[in-house]
């Protein structure tokens, strides 16, 4: 059933008869705690998640994004894309890979960041020593600072490897493009990534929208305090949908459970869970959570046993009693967490010919 169609039998169901009228009078349909999503902003982000799984084209594994849009996975989706540049610093966890595109037809600034191609190396590397979160030099000097906070090293290694590259883009485009969006987007470790990336846009006073899927987590208490305060994820009053931070989480993904909080690492609001454990998810299986820490969301599942990861990574994932101060749930089996990961409305991070594509469709995202 093609989405349009969904929306169409959900809202006749929730007694709706209003679904040609404008987006902004839809009414969210409920589930799980009550803070559902809107038609609007589901679209929005399964739209995200297939920008996001291009970012696998780039790099060792992919067989590039080429100009004006092209790749072997779902460009072609995006008639109206111009292909700015492509990054690939390297394969290594500080390192980092992805895209910058402009969208004619909606009039944004894309930037894409990719993740990991192998999760048992990811869950391994995340467990590091935290350092000082340090942001990038030349913004506003009314720029609010971030005290006593520290994050993930790796990740501040992998933006710092990128920004350069990033914002000299970002500032001749907008330059250029004065009246388009900017908008940044990351799946897995590229969603922590966005994350800082954001921080430092909001620095330079641009106003981007940060979409991730799957991101761990990245800071200490600190850390996360600052973040929820910079892009105002703590505000009851906004609109729920209008957020400019929304970080995707999926049922079982072990990702945005790691670094352990044994380790200082915390994580910061503004996630959207998604409680259906196979694809593809209707709109009924999103949910906003309250908070950085809601246990109706990623946050339940978070109930760990000493574990040593490399066995369970290379085993079928029962529980072992090595005593490894790493702690993942001992539930999770290695298919899992590879699907887990990888399931976004979409199986992300294959870079191949798209099953399912949206090319029979044009008129998906006109509501």
């Given at each position: 059933?093609?989405?349009?169609?969904?929306?169409?039998?959900?809202?006749?169901?929730?007694?709706?008869?209003?679904?040609?009228?404008?987006?902004?009078?839809?009414?969210?349909?409920?589930?799980?705690?009550g803070c559902s999503v809107s038609p609007t902003l589901f679209l929005d982000l399964e739209e995200a998640a297939r920008l996001a799984d291009i970012t696998y084209c780039v790099g060792t594994a992919g067989l590039g994004?080429?100009?004006?849009?092209?790749?072997?996975?779902?460009?072609?989706?995006?008639?109206?894309?111009?292909?700015?540049?492509?990054?690939?610093?390297?394969?290594?966890?500080?390192?980092?890979?992805?895209?910058?595109?402009?969208?004619?037809?909606?009039?944004?600034?894309?930037?894409?960041?990719?993740?990991?191609?192998?999760?048992?190396?990811?869950?391994?590397?995340?467990?590091?020593?935290?350092?000082?979160?340090?942001?990038?030099?030349?913004?506003?000097?009314?720029?609010?600072?971030?005290?006593?906070?520290?994050?993930?090293?790796?990740?501040?290694?992998?933006?710092?490897?990128?920004?350069?590259?990033?914002?000299?883009?970002?500032?001749?485009?907008?330059?250029?493009?004065?009246?388009?969006?900017?908008?940044?987007?990351?799946?897995?470790?590229?969603?922590?990534?966005?994350?800082?990336?954001?921080?430092?846009?909001?620095?330079?006073?641009?106003?981007?929208?940060?979409?991730?899927?799957?991101?761990?987590?990245?800071?200490?208490?600190?850390?996360?305090?600052?973040?929820?305060?910079?892009?105002?994820?703590?505000?009851?009053?906004?609109?729920?949908?209008?957020?400019?931070?929304?970080?995707?989480?999926?049922?079982?993904?072990?990702?945005?459970?790691?670094?352990?909080?044994?380790?200082?690492?915390?994580?910061?609001?503004?996630?959207?869970?998604?409680?259906?454990?196979?694809?593809?998810?209707?709109?009924?299986?999103?949910?906003?959570?309250?908070?950085?820490a809601d246990k109706n969301c990623i946050a339940g599942q978070d109930t760990t046993v000493k574990d040593d990861l490399l066995d369970d990574m290379i085993s079928d994932g029962s529980e072992t009693t090595t005593g490894?101060?790493?702690?993942?749930?001992?539930?999770?089996?290695?298919?899992?967490?590879?699907?887990?990961?990888?399931?976004?409305?979409?199986?992300?991070?294959?870079?191949?010919?798209?099953?399912?594509?949206?090319?029979?469709?044009?008129?998906?995202?006109?509501?």
């Amino acid at each position: 059933m093609k989405f349009p169609a969904l929306l169409s039998f959900w809202i006749s169901v929730c007694g709706l008869s209003a679904y040609a009228a404008p987006v902004e009078q839809a009414v969210s349909l409920r589930n799980g705690n009550g803070c559902s999503v809107s038609p609007t902003l589901f679209l929005d982000l399964e739209e995200a998640a297939r920008l996001a799984d291009i970012t696998y084209c780039v790099g060792t594994a992919g067989l590039g994004v080429g100009k004006p849009f092209q790749c072997l996975s779902r460009c072609s989706d995006f008639p109206a894309f111009e292909l700015l540049t492509t990054w690939n610093t390297g394969p290594w966890l500080d390192d980092s890979c992805g895209y910058i595109a402009l969208d004619h037809a909606k009039g944004r600034i894309i930037v894409a960041i990719r993740g990991t191609y192998s999760i048992s190396s990811a869950l391994v590397d995340l467990a590091t020593i935290p350092q000082e979160y340090t942001p990038y030099p030349g913004g506003s000097p009314n720029e609010p600072v971030c005290h006593n906070c520290s994050v993930h090293s790796g990740f501040q290694r992998s933006w710092k490897n990128t920004r350069d590259i990033v914002l000299k883009t970002v500032e001749e485009q907008s330059a250029l493009h004065p009246h388009y969006d900017l908008h940044v987007i990351g799946h897995s470790l590229g969603g922590v990534v966005a994350g800082f990336a954001g921080l430092d846009m909001l620095a330079h006073g641009w106003n981007p929208t940060v979409t991730t899927f799957g991101e761990p987590r990245g800071g200490n208490q600190e850390f996360v305090q600052w973040f929820n305060k910079r892009y105002d994820l703590l505000n009851t009053t906004q609109d729920r949908d209008e957020m400019k931070y929304r970080r995707v989480t999926h049922v079982d993904d072990p990702v945005p459970q790691v670094p352990p909080t044994e380790f200082g690492f915390l994580m910061h609001a503004g996630e959207i869970f998604i409680s259906k454990e196979a694809l593809s998810p209707d709109i009924v299986d999103l949910e906003h959570c309250i908070g950085s820490a809601d246990k109706n969301c990623i946050a339940g599942q978070d109930t760990t046993v000493k574990d040593d990861l490399l066995d369970d990574m290379i085993s079928d994932g029962s529980e072992t009693t090595t005593g490894s101060p790493f702690q993942i749930p001992a539930r999770w089996k290695l298919w899992q967490m590879l699907f887990a990961h990888r399931d976004y409305f979409w199986r992300l991070g294959m870079c191949v010919p798209p099953a399912g594509s949206v090319n029979d469709d044009p008129t998906k995202y006109d509501l």
